[in-house]
């Protein structure tokens, strides 16, 4: 017998989420395989371990519902859909309009962006470093 906890996920959360994940691609119809776990039984894997601080493999499926490697296999194509920014996108449009949405104290963060050594140029750069002189002959 699987025990869910469904105090992962609540219901609230789940109504935010659920519209914003992509569509499964359809089962084939010969070997279809096993049947995909399901979105929200991911999504309890990935808070747990949120939650918690454990590793994915650590993840109790009894508990959850799905297998860590499932959650995290999950997490990873939900990140290349770009289900967290969206998510993020509703969740200050809904604060916006509840009117609690303070954005005197804010702060942007460029620490996870790339630091390109000068930018990128089409040409070559001209060395400023020591070297031998103009000939002004």
Do not use: F, Q
């Amino acid at each position: 017998m699987v025990r869910v906890s469904d105090d992962l996920v609540p219901d609230e959360l789940w109504e935010r989420i659920a519209p914003l994940l992509p569509p499964r691609p359809p089962r084939r119809h010969r070997y279809p395989g096993r049947l995909p776990a399901d979105d929200r039984a991911a999504l309890r894997g990935i808070v747990y371990v949120l939650r918690k601080n454990v590793s994915w493999r650590d993840v109790p499926a009894e508990r959850t519902g799905c297998s860590g490697v499932t959650a995290w296999r999950r997490l990873r194509d939900w990140t290349e859909a770009g289900v967290w920014p969206r998510l993020h996108e509703v969740l200050l449009a809904e604060l916006r309009k509840a009117g609690l949405l303070d954005m005197d104290d804010c702060a942007i963060d460029g620490s996870h962006i790339r630091a390109l050594k000068g930018g990128l140029t089409p040409d070559l750069r001209r060395s400023t470093g020591p070297g031998r002189a103009a000939s002004t002959t």
